[in-house]
């Protein structure tokens, strides 16, 4: 079983900077990818920003330039630097961690950009 821990939400002004954090434990043999997802009140979850084994990353249109994932292999953590944050970018954040066959969700951490 894994577990994902994440941390690192909160309240901010617009152009503010938040970093969120997700550490896996557990039992993991390799991890294929690590991913960032938000979802608003009455939407959708959409993927926000995604890095894979090699490094290679993926980002929403939206936050491109703005937001950065990185990852610390050694430690089963992936990051979301989040800078020039906007009103929309409010939602609950989750990260998943795909460890084929299986996918692991987080809890969710609350992101408010707000004046």
């Known amino acids: 079983q894994v577990q994902l821990v994440e941390s690192g939400g909160g309240l901010v002004q617009p152009g503010g900077s938040l970093r969120l954090s997700c550490a896996a434990s557990g039992t993991i043999a390799s991890i294929y990818a690590m991913s960032w997802y938000r979802q608003a009140p009455g939407k959708q979850r959409d993927l926000v920003a995604g890095?894979?084994?090699?490094?290679?990353?993926v980002y929403a249109d939206s936050v491109k330039g703005r937001f950065t994932i990185s990852r610390d292999n050694a430690k089963n953590t992936v990051y979301l630097q989040m800078n020039n944050l906007k009103p929309e970018d409010t939602a609950v954040y989750y990260c998943n961690v795909d460890i084929r066959p299986d996918t692991y969700w987080g809890q969710g951490t609350q992101v408010t950009v707000s004046s």
């Open positions: 890095i894979f084994g090699g490094g290679q990353t």
